[in-house]
């Protein structure tokens, strides 16, 4: 069996932007508030009316190709859950 997850994430950019989402206050608080007036939260959404498109996490670009943009989307949406 081929495992490629990384800590449960799909990969290790997925799971660095994640994790650093949800256990940074201010990254947290800001998509807390996105998700609450969005009518259907994205991530994309959310960098985008953050204004933190150019914001890199350990080296990592929240626009990154290797991300898996729908665990994000469910990261965002379930926030306030």
Same mark, same amino acid.
């Given at each position: 069996?081929? $495992?490629?997850?990384?800590?449960?994430?799909?990969?290790? /950019?997925?799971?660095?932007?994640?994790?650093?989402?949800?256990? +940074?206050?201010?990254?947290?608080?800001? /998509?807390?508030?996105? #998700?609450?007036? %969005?009518?259907?939260?994205?991530?994309?959404?959310?960098?985008?009316? %953050?204004?933190?498109?150019?914001?890199?996490?350990?080296?990592?670009?929240?626009?990154?190709?290797?991300? +898996?943009?729908?665990?994000? $989307? #469910?990261?965002?949406?379930?926030?306030? %859950?």
């Amino acid at each position: 069996m081929n $495992d490629n997850s990384y800590n449960g994430w799909t990969n290790w /950019a997925t799971f660095t932007i994640g994790n650093n989402i949800l256990n +940074d206050e201010g990254l947290y608080n800001m /998509a807390r508030n996105y #998700e609450r007036g %969005a009518v259907y939260p994205t991530w994309k959404g959310f960098i985008e009316n %953050a204004g933190l498109e150019g914001l890199y996490l350990e080296g990592v670009s929240v626009f990154d190709g290797n991300l +898996d943009y729908t665990e994000l $989307d #469910e990261v965002i949406q379930e926030i306030n %859950a």
